[in-house]
């Protein structure tokens, strides 16, 4: 595969391959030198049109912990700013010589143009695409999962919450479907997208009946900046309904897990206390992110070919 545009473009085998070479890449995490010789003299370019904290600092940090070089960019304070098009930028970063292009973009479809539009040879990675997919997300969920169930074959995962804006929730569907996880989205009416009953999925209005029986329990950011018009009438409303707090996390099974994406708003679809509590693993899912990033990156540019073990003993000699 030479892009990763979307995770419903992986197939079983592949979305194994990537989270079992990111399984031996995340012990690089604990060690103290956390680098890689593997990508030594690649280019990767960050390409990110929209804000981002954590998935711009994963892709850097992996791409870093595998030796490539890494130029970043971002929209604000660039030429985009005074016009320049999405062709125009793509042609500047060919020139100069990127091996692969990791793109966050608000338009759904950027990096799909990007990949097939032949402005440019770089591997692409779409790393968030306006309310469409972001299929590293995805996998660094799949990731987090099953290093605390196991496979995730019956396993029972809630997504909850503002669906309609989230492309990690479209992402999650067509991943989990294809690990064999039953996924139910939770939302308000006006929150679940036009056609949803064509989705890979379940739906439900009522998080109280779902929470028992639920293995993880996805919650989402409500992301008012995608929003044009009112979907709930107030924020005190919506929390009393589909928000996470203490009480309702107790009616969940004892092994369950809580994640969310983050950026979190606190005290709106997850309370402080179970953002913060010992069922929440949503601060080792951004350590994740760094583990799927490499393997992702790896096996775009370094091929499935040479298997990571090899590279793993290398860094062990390094350090000898
Ligand atoms: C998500 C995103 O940007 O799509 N965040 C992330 O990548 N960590 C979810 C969100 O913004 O709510």
């Not at 595998?66 to 971002?74: M, P, T």
């Not at 929470?211 to 995608?226: A, C, F, N």
């Amino acid at each position: 595969m030479k892009h990763l545009l979307s995770a419903g473009d992986l197939d079983r085998d592949e979305a194994l391959l990537v989270l079992e070479t990111a399984e031996k890449l995340r012990e690089l995490a604990d060690r103290p030198i956390k680098k890689l010789p593997t990508l030594r003299g690649r280019t990767i370019v960050n390409l990110f049109f929209e804000d981002s904290t954590r998935t711009r600092i994963s892709f850097e940090a992996a791409a870093k912990r595998l030796s490539a070089d890494v130029i970043n960019f971002s929209a604000k304070g660039s030429s985009v700013e005074k016009g320049e098009s999405l062709k125009d930028t793509a042609l500047t970063l060919e020139a100069m010589g990127a091996d692969a292009v990791v793109v966050r973009h608000q338009s759904s479809g950027a990096p799909h143009r990007l990949a097939h539009s032949g402005w440019i040879q770089s591997c692409v990675v779409n790393a968030g695409d306006g309310s469409h997919e972001h299929p590293t997300q995805a996998l660094l969920d799949a990731f987090t999962m099953r290093r605390h169930l196991g496979a995730l074959d019956g396993r029972r995962v809630a997504i909850v919450g503002d669906v309609l804006h989230s492309r990690v929730a479209r992402s999650n569907v067509l991943l989990l479907s294809t690990l064999g996880a039953e996924v139910t989205l939770v939302a308000p009416p006006t929150l679940l997208p036009v056609g949803v009953e064509r989705w890979t999925c379940a739906t439900s209005y009522d998080l109280d009946a779902v929470l028992p029986k639920t293995d993880v329990v996805m919650m989402l950011r409500v992301q008012r900046e995608r929003m044009n018009a009112a979907f709930f009438p107030s924020a005190r409303e919506y929390s009393r309904r589909y928000g996470l707090d203490a009480a309702r996390m107790a009616a969940l099974p004892e092994h369950a897990l809580v994640m969310h994406p983050g950026p979190m708003n606190r005290g709106m679809e997850i309370s402080a206390d179970v953002a913060d509590s010992t069922r929440s693993v949503i601060v080792e899912q951004v350590t994740n992110g760094v583990a799927i990033r490499m393997a992702v990156l790896y096996l775009l540019l370094a091929g499935a070919g040479s298997a990571v073990d090899d590279t793993v003993p290398e860094q062990r000699r390094g350090r000898a």
